[in-house]
């Protein structure tokens, strides 16, 4: 298997690589984060804040 | 003592959390996506002159507007493309720090955050103003290319998920949707970049023979302003070729743009489960590799579209929208810059020239059969003389 230098380190982590339970905590972590945001500027924009 | 990257993430695991690393960790690689993203992009919030973005409309100034279009929005020079570009420069220029590595693998972060905050964007009562016939015929354009497309790439036997991502790119007319598609079709970075170049290529050549071929369909200017906007390519391609028809096209080419925008998600969801269904039914088969590692749908994806649902709602109104807009222009930046640093010329290239060369049919023939359909309308009297 080739390896990409542009995006894998020499101990063989590889970070376009998004698979298995790793891939799921991102996906958790990037919604978590993005209804976070959303639900903040909203309720802002909801309480006069701006 | 082992070295960090080594050990597997199972066994460093405590939460979900433990996805994002560690700060000293990721440090290196977010200042990387950071400057890069600062450099590129005039970003909310930062005062840099010094911007890939500056530059390019300094440039159009000096070139001049093409049909009343800057050059380099044509060229789908955006808050995408400019730090993936300068991305790609860096990245083939002087490689890729392995201390970077960590904090650029957040991109797998930044992908679902940034599309699911897209979708305060797409508010369908807006597109409703057009009226019932230019709706129906934006659908039927968006929903007819994808399917063409995709089954010009089983045809042809291109690998499914470039296939998949010209698809996205191509039924949209909006080149983000090549990188929104990147997740959930499990596309590799170099495919992503290839499809972009064949959807922007094909629109500058779609923008000076669509004025033409109208013209020999006798399309009046109301109607070529719609057809332009479906059968070009990006929005600044489509008003520079509805310019070119002529000035009143090019204001209804404006006035249209919302509905072709508006529906773009329903765009890539219509290509992203094509293929995850096609997968699904073809699970055995190594010719079959879009959506692949991909198990059930997406939870993430569920969320844009419950989101998309609360926008349609008008839950989102206005400065709370362009607010949550602004935060998407920030993360497709960073997003956009480990790309860039992720891709060498040869993974753009890879691909090879079929890609192009199923853009151009599937895209000419969107041009024929909409510019029919349209001439159609108007004889008919759907839409307007």
């Given at each position: 298997?080739?390896?990409h230098?542009?995006?894998?380190?020499?101990?063989?982590?590889?970070?376009?690589?998004?698979?298995g339970?790793?891939?799921?905590?991102?996906?958790?972590?990037?919604?978590?984060?993005?209804?976070?945001?959303?639900?903040?500027?909203?309720?802002c924009?909801?309480?006069?804040?701006y | 003592?082992?070295?960090?990257?080594s050990?597997?993430?199972?066994?460093?695991?405590?939460?979900?959390?433990?996805?994002?690393?560690?700060?000293?960790?990721?440090?290196?690689?977010?200042?990387?996506?950071?400057?890069?993203?600062?450099f590129?992009?005039?970003?909310?919030?930062?005062?840099?002159?010094?911007?890939?973005?500056?530059?390019?409309?300094?440039?159009?100034?000096?070139?001049?507007?093409?049909n009343?279009?800057?050059?380099?929005?044509?060229?789908n020079?955006?808050f995408?493309?400019?730090?993936?570009?300068?991305?790609?420069?860096?990245g083939?220029?002087?490689?890729?720090p392995?201390?970077w590595?960590?904090?650029?693998?957040?991109?797998?972060?930044l992908?679902?955050?940034?599309?699911?905050?897209?979708?305060?964007?797409?508010?369908?009562?807006?597109?409703?103003?057009?009226?019932?016939?230019?709706m129906?015929?934006c659908?039927l354009?968006?929903?007819?290319?994808?399917?063409?497309?995709?089954f010009?790439?089983?045809?042809?036997k291109?690998?499914?998920?470039?296939?998949?991502?010209?698809?996205?790119?191509?039924?949209?007319?909006?080149?983000?949707?090549?990188?929104?598609?990147?997740?959930?079709?499990?596309?590799?970075?170099?495919?992503?970049?290839?499809a972009?170049?064949?959807?922007?290529?094909?629109?500058?050549?779609a923008?000076?023979?669509?004025p033409?071929?109208?013209?020999?369909?006798?399309?009046?200017?109301?109607a070529?302003?719609?057809?332009?906007?479906?059968?070009?390519?990006n929005?600044?391609?489509?008003?520079?070729?509805?310019?070119?028809?002529?000035y009143?096209?090019?204001?209804?080419?404006?006035?249209?743009?919302?509905?072709?925008?508006?529906?773009?998600?329903?765009?890539?969801?219509f290509?992203?489960?094509?293929?995850?269904?096609?997968?699904?039914?073809?699970?055995?088969?190594?010719?079959?590799?879009?959506?692949?590692?991909i198990?059930?749908?997406?939870?993430?994806?569920?969320?844009?579209?419950?989101?998309?649902?609360?926008t349609?709602?008008?839950?989102?109104?206005?400065?709370?929208?362009?607010?949550?807009?602004?935060?998407?222009?920030?993360?497709?930046?960073?997003?956009?810059a480990?790309?860039?640093?992720?891709?060498?010329?040869?993974?753009?290239?890879?691909?090879?020239l079929?890609?192009?060369?199923?853009?151009?049919?599937?895209?000419?023939?969107?041009?024929?059969?909409?510019?029919?359909?349209?001439?159609?309308?108007?004889?008919?009297?759907?839409?307007?003389?």
């Amino acid at each position: 298997m080739s390896v990409h230098s542009h995006t894998t380190t020499h101990t063989g982590f590889d970070y376009m690589a998004n698979t298995g339970q790793e891939a799921q905590d991102r996906d958790a972590c990037g919604i978590l984060l993005a209804l976070a945001i959303m639900v903040l500027l909203t309720l802002c924009q909801y309480f006069g804040l701006y | 003592m082992p070295e960090i990257d080594s050990i597997p993430y199972a066994r460093t695991r405590t939460s979900f959390f433990s996805a994002m690393y560690g700060y000293g960790e990721i440090l290196p690689g977010l200042l990387a996506m950071l400057f890069i993203s600062v450099f590129a992009n005039n970003l909310p919030g930062v005062p840099n002159p010094f911007t890939l973005e500056n530059l390019f409309e300094w440039l159009s100034g000096v070139v001049g507007p093409i049909n009343h279009t800057p050059l380099f929005q044509i060229l789908n020079a955006n808050f995408v493309w400019n730090p993936l570009l300068l991305g790609l420069l860096v990245g083939n220029c002087f490689g890729v720090p392995d201390s970077w590595k960590r904090g650029l693998s957040l991109i797998h972060i930044l992908m679902p955050l940034g599309i699911i905050m897209l979708a305060p964007h797409f508010m369908i009562g807006h597109a409703f103003k057009l009226g019932l016939v230019p709706m129906l015929l934006c659908v039927l354009a968006l929903l007819g290319t994808a399917g063409l497309t995709l089954f010009l790439v089983r045809l042809f036997k291109l690998d499914d998920r470039h296939g998949a991502i010209i698809a996205g790119g191509l039924c949209t007319g909006d080149p983000h949707a090549c990188v929104i598609l990147m997740p959930l079709i499990k596309a590799k970075g170099g495919q992503v970049a290839n499809a972009t170049a064949c959807v922007i290529g094909f629109g500058l050549v779609a923008m000076v023979v669509m004025p033409s071929m109208a013209a020999w369909f006798g399309l009046p200017q109301t109607a070529f302003g719609l057809a332009a906007v479906l059968g070009v390519g990006n929005g600044a391609q489509a008003m520079s070729a509805a310019f070119a028809y002529g000035y009143e096209a090019g204001r209804y080419a404006g006035w249209f743009d919302v509905g072709r925008h508006v529906i773009m998600p329903a765009g890539f969801l219509f290509v992203f489960c094509i293929t995850f269904l096609r997968k699904l039914r073809h699970k055995d088969d190594p010719r079959v590799l879009a959506t692949r590692g991909i198990e059930r749908f997406p939870i993430w994806l569920g969320v844009f579209i419950f989101c998309w649902g609360l926008t349609c709602l008008h839950l989102f109104r206005e400065p709370a929208h362009h607010a949550i807009f602004t935060m998407v222009k920030w993360d497709f930046s960073l997003a956009a810059a480990a790309l860039g640093l992720s891709l060498s010329w040869r993974d753009i290239l890879a691909p090879g020239l079929k890609g192009l060369a199923i853009t151009a049919i599937a895209g000419t023939l969107r041009m024929l059969v909409l510019l029919a359909v349209v001439a159609l309308c108007v004889k008919t009297g759907l839409l307007p003389k």
